[in-house]
């Protein structure tokens, strides 16, 4: 069973075109319906069910459910027999130059429970787009998504999320990462668009010479809620840590920007939090945290809250621009910062704002 027009339509509001790239997989409320791999990279790269996964490879026991706890709280417990989700596995020593798909839509349904497991085998590399999405018909949603990314020694993974939910679903996604020696695992994280409700912590574990790094873009508006919450464990000597975020609030919008990075090796990481409110019924809370462990680490945090400053205002009406172009053109500048492995349509989409 193929994607229908709307659903389609869906996938592209994400920035999800199932037939282009290296590898595409779509799932549509509780159903799988695209699962393909792009000829040119057959024995490169495996997509496909995790269920089907579970049956060809003796359930995944090196992978599944080891990095997270299934009782760790309502939500694992909910995908302890998971509708569905994506198993990717890139082969060792393997480049993807086109990037690998995933898209995930609520339509119809209620509920969705994911779990999804990617491996990148020693000295690999993968671009992955991923996005998320529901129609807006759906009234009180529920997303639960359960993801464990094992980064191989001297692979990288960069990871783009696009979440484009709509105004009343309850969307709770559980990521945890393991980076082995010299390996690199980059996340950009976009919601531009309301959401009811979303609270997520990944956590990220780093080995010698390896690096993580969280790049978040947030959107706050109308009475949504945004909890984000980074944690990177540096317990490998040279290991790096990184934590970008960027947040605008409008209307009753609410976002918490939560960071930690624990330095139990010689290590070095930053936490830079940074955010706009535009209207005095929005609420940010930015909750930077480094935890030094051993004398050899470098640890930072800077984090800052304000509003559009009057003086570039004035400046740009000056220009010939009305107050709410202005305030557009600020505030995309203000979002726009650097991040590797971004599609175009992206970076087209922050600007926009």
Request: net charge negative.
């Amino acid at each position: 069973m193929g994607l229908t027009n709307e659903e389609h339509q869906l996938a592209q509001s994400c920035g999800i075109e199932p037939m282009r790239g290296s590898g595409s997989y779509v799932f549509v409320d509780n159903r799988k319906v695209v699962e393909r791999i792009n000829e040119k990279y057959r024995g490169i790269v495996e997509i496909m069910d995790i269920n089907d996964a579970l049956k060809k490879y003796d359930g995944l026991k090196e992978y599944y459910w080891k990095l997270v706890d299934p009782n760790k709280n309502e939500f694992t417990k909910m995908a302890i027999k998971p509708d569905g989700g994506y198993f990717i596995r890139v082969f060792k020593n393997q480049c993807l130059e086109l990037p690998l798909e995933s898209c995930i839509i609520l339509h119809r349904g209620r509920e969705q429970h994911l779990h999804n497991i990617v491996i990148a085998e020693e000295g690999s590399s993968v671009t992955i787009m991923s996005g998320c999405t529901a129609h807006n018909s759906l009234i009180d949603g529920l997303h639960v998504g359960v993801s464990e990314f094992f980064v191989g020694k001297n692979a990288t993974v960069n990871f783009t999320m696009v979440h484009n939910w709509n105004e009343t679903t309850v969307v709770r996604p559980i990521t945890a990462i393991k980076v082995e020696e010299g390996g690199t695992y980059i996340s950009n994280y976009l919601c531009m668009k309301s959401a009811k409700d979303i609270k997520t912590a990944p956590h990220a574990n780093c080995s010698k010479n390896s690096k993580a790094i969280f790049n978040t873009v947030l959107y706050g508006k109308k009475d949504s809620l945004i909890d984000i919450g980074e944690e990177i464990e540096l317990n490998g000597d040279n290991s790096v840590g990184e934590i970008n975020s960027r947040a605008i609030l409008e209307a009753d919008s609410k976002i918490i920007t939560r960071g930690k990075i624990i330095g139990a090796s010689k290590s070095k990481g930053h936490i830079e939090c940074r955010g706009i409110v535009l209207s005095d019924e929005a609420e940010l809370r930015s909750i930077p945290e480094i935890d030094a462990k051993n004398s050899g680490v470098d640890l930072s945090h800077e984090a800052a809250i304000g509003k559009i400053a009057e003086k570039e205002l004035l400046y740009l009406m000056s220009r010939g621009l009305d107050k709410d172009k202005a305030t557009s053109l600020i505030v995309s500048g203000f979002l726009n910062m650097p991040m590797p492995g971004v599609p175009e349509w992206v970076k087209v989409e922050i600007s926009g704002k």
